[in-house]
């Protein structure tokens, strides 16, 4: 177990992303990408934080197993949207009595089709505020290199993720296409005094249902180029995740390259695309 702040400390972070299996089948397809993920022994994976009960249980879960069951860091998510106050800080309590040391807060977004309140904490810096209260926790929170949907203006969600990573550890930023997007927040971020670590959220586009409205849910945008390489091998399936591994090992380089300190792969709870990018790269194991 370790801090991730110790971890950034020591070089270039690898990072996976995982979410909380709801079915028998789903948990089986994600235990076969941790132990496939595991020999590359990443820097910490995170286990992401949904808007049902029984889903916000699992994240719990799964976080404390693999602090038990693997050599790997975990980071449990943890979103502001329908809970108080005092039920977010017992959620941490039971975190930090459980051995767990990485918190990434995070504001979450409020489910069109549920009844969930809106939450007692408008803003995930008010989290970033109550986790530090809690205990001697690392904390993460999320940016934004295209711009947050709900916000007004680029410069207003620029000021708000610097007050917000002012008072955190690291970012994990959402997953953008074009490498400038990622150094224009980069850039703006330090206009505004603030250079904690900035990691870099890769998602390798290996199918094209569902990619470009989710591009879309999250304000990021899915260029034309891509689009274009993608659809002239629309109809095979393999060679589809074989552009998106390509394009994504590309992106990956430039971040590197422009000195990006980490790499987060949201991994969908699949192994392939992460250790093809991996062998592409050139690595071997994270730590
Ligand atoms: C790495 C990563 C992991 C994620 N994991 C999860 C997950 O596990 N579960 C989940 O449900 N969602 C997750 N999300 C999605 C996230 O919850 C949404 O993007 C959400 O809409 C915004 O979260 P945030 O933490 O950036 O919110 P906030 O920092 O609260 O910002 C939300 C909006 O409010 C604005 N804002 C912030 N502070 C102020 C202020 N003081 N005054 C006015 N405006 C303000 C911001 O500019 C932004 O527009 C993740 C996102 C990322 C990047």
Known sequence: MAKITDILRRGVSYSFEFF?????????????????????????????YGAGGSTRERTHDLVVQILH??????????????????????????????????????????????????????YAVELVRLIREVGDFAVGVAAHPEPHPRSPSKEADRFHTAQKLAEADFAITQFFFEAEHYFDLVEGLRNHGVDKPVIAGIMPVTSLSGIKRMAQLQGSEFPAWLADRLYAVGDDPEAVRAVGVEEATKL???????????????????STATLEIYASLGLTSAR
């Open 20 to 48: 909380p299996p709801r079915t028998p089948e789903a948990e089986a397809t994600l235990e076969r990408a941790l132990r496939e993920l595991e020999p590359l022994q990443p820097s910490y994976v995170s286990v992401t």
């Open 69 to 122: 069951d693997t050599s790997i860091t975990p980071m449990a998510h943890l979103t502001c949207v329908g809970h108080t106050r005092g039920e977010l800080h017992e959620i941490v309590v039971r975190y930090r009595d459980a051995g767990i040391e990485n918190v990434l807060a995070l504001g979450g977004d409020p489910p069109k089709d549920s009844d969930l309140p809106p939450g007692e904490l408008p």
């Open 252 to 270: 990956c380089r430039a971040l590197l390259d422009g000195g990006a300190p980490g790499l987060h792969f949201y991994t969908l709870n699949r």
